[in-house]
């Protein structure tokens, strides 16, 4: 039975200590064509996403300048249903590595034009693949190609031994890719939305504000700290008390009520939520409604975003206050400024308040 030397153990180990610290998969992929390419070397080294719909290989090299073939990528994959190993590959969901030698022998290699018109050309003799998981029609496959056919019991041990550790990196880094995509989506949600929300670290620090809360913070708590990370005295004070009602083991907590600011008639409320790690706050701004303006065959609705117009309320303002997308919101004060005959908020206001006074003098 084939045993390792010591020294291959240790660059095993090695290897499998960087694999595991690998988070995205774009930092997956740039190890796995390095730490490989220690582990068992090979002239070149590629990671191939091959698309068999579409008959095309998208490939990252291990090094700039591994493809010296001019159009060597177009010509792989006019050839791609040549490939033993991609045609192996397709079969499975993920496999260990085969080399072609394993398939053809030397003089059926050559008779390919998968041979003849690339491998050739760029001095290969033998390639040995690892392939990952995929939702069809995509094919992943990790090749190591060599100018000979010499690849050894020892080259194959080693890669069916990383292996199984590739695969749970494959699996943790897409897990990660993707739960970093969905990060990004909500925080870009929440920047380009209505929502008021503060995302605090376990010791208070202003890790992630939105827009909108930044301005309620201003407008309510004049806020104009040296630090941006650092929230306004009262509201952090009020967040350390809740904390310690939350790990005040002496008794049962009372219930966490929302803090409450008033401000020229309008009230903000801000609610706390937390983990282990995280907290979040939440701030709600509400106004006593103002009333409908009616009159110029405006609708109800427009008759609404007209009023709060008339606050000096941005699109943004209104869509939280209405329940509605900002873009509706912008359609709507398109049509008031249509049917009102002016071209900018002041004007329309100015028509809204004189609407409003008008009615009000009526008998």
């Known amino acids: 039975m084939l045993r390792l030397r010591q020294h291959d153990l240790r660059a095993l180990q090695e290897f499998l200590r960087q694999t595991y610290a690998v988070q995205s998969l774009d930092s997956f992929r740039t190890h796995v064509l390095s730490g490989l390419k220690q582990l068992v070397p090979s002239e ?7 698309n068999l719909c579409t008959q095309h290989n998208e490939v990252v090299y291990d090094r700039p300048g591994a493809m010296s073939l001019p159009d060597g990528e177009q010509i792989f994959d ?26 053809l022998s030397a003089s059926q290699f050559h008779r390919l034009g998968l041979y003849g018109e690339f491998f050739r050309l760029i001095g290969v003799e033998d390639q040995m693949v690892m392939s990952l998981p995929s939702a069809r029609p ?29 695969l749970q990196s494959y699996r943790n880094a897409e897990a990660w890719t993707r739960m970093i995509g969905q990060l990004k989506l909500i925080k870009a949600l929440l920047v380009d939305s209505a929502a008021a929300v503060i995302v605090l670290s376990n010791t208070g620090r202003i890790e992630t504000i939105t827009p909108r809360a930044n301005s309620l913070l201003t407008k309510y708590l004049d806020r104009r700290a040296p630090r941006r990370d650092v929230l306004p005295e009262l509201l952090q004070q009020w967040v350390e008390e809740q904390q310690m009602r939350l790990t005040d083991s002496s008794d049962v907590p009372p219930s966490l009520e929302p803090l409450a600011l008033q401000h020229n008639g309008s009230r903000l409320s801000a609610r706390l939520f937390r983990d282990s790690n995280q907290i979040l706050l939440l701030l709600e701004e509400s106004s006593p409604a103002p009333e409908r303006i009616d009159g110029f065959g405006l609708t109800r609705r427009e008759g609404e975003v007209l009023a709060w117009v008339s606050r000096g309320k941005t699109n943004r303002d209104i869509s939280a206050i209405l329940g509605m997308s900002p873009r509706t919101v912008q359609k709507h004060v398109e049509h008031i400024f249509q049917k009102l005959g002016v071209e900018t908020r002041t004007a329309a206001a100015t028509k809204a308040m004189e609407q409003r006074d008008a009615v009000k003098l009526r008998p």
């Open 44 to 50: 070149i080294t590629a990671y191939n996403e091959v």
């Open 78 to 103: 006019r050839y791609i249903p040549e490939h033993p190993l991609i045609e192996y590959s397709k079969r499975r969901r993920g496999h260990g590595p085969v080399k072609i030698s394993d398939f």
């Open 138 to 166: 995509v094919v992943i496959g990790i090749a190591l190609n060599r100018s000979r056919r010499n690849f050894s019991a020892r080259d194959r041990l080693l890669l069916d031994l990383a292996y199984p550790h590739l």
